[in-house]
């Protein structure tokens, strides 16, 4: 699945992440998915990660979201731009975010 970021700073990224194990997650900016995969494999079952694009793709939507299912993982798609009320409002249902990191991707340790 392609991924569009630099490969050294996404590992370090990716170290992170498997260090805090978020249960709650927020990604914005999906594209073809390729760091969602990433969240998804590094990810324990039971967490819930909150996918946010504006762009019209559905292809990865559907399948990353039956390979999430498979692996236990809650995973929601959110089409929209991250700054609209809207948006805020949906990504706001699904619980509170207390760190922020960088490349777009916000991890909700609650
Ligand atoms: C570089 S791509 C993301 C790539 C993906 N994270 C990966 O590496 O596999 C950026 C995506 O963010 C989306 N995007 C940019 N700003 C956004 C915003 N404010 N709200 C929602 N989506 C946004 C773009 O439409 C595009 O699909």
Known sequence: MT?????????????LYKQAKPKKVLEIGVKFGGTLRQWIDNSEPGTTIVAVDDCRQVDYRLTNQSYAELKEINLIFIKG???????????????????YSLMAIILMKV
């Open 3 to 15: 991924m569009l970021q630099n490969p050294e700073e996404f590992s370090q990224l990716l170290e």
């Open 81 to 99: 731009d991250s700054h609209s009320e809207s948006v805020i409002n949906l990504v706001n249902h699904h619980g509170p975010m207390i760190l």
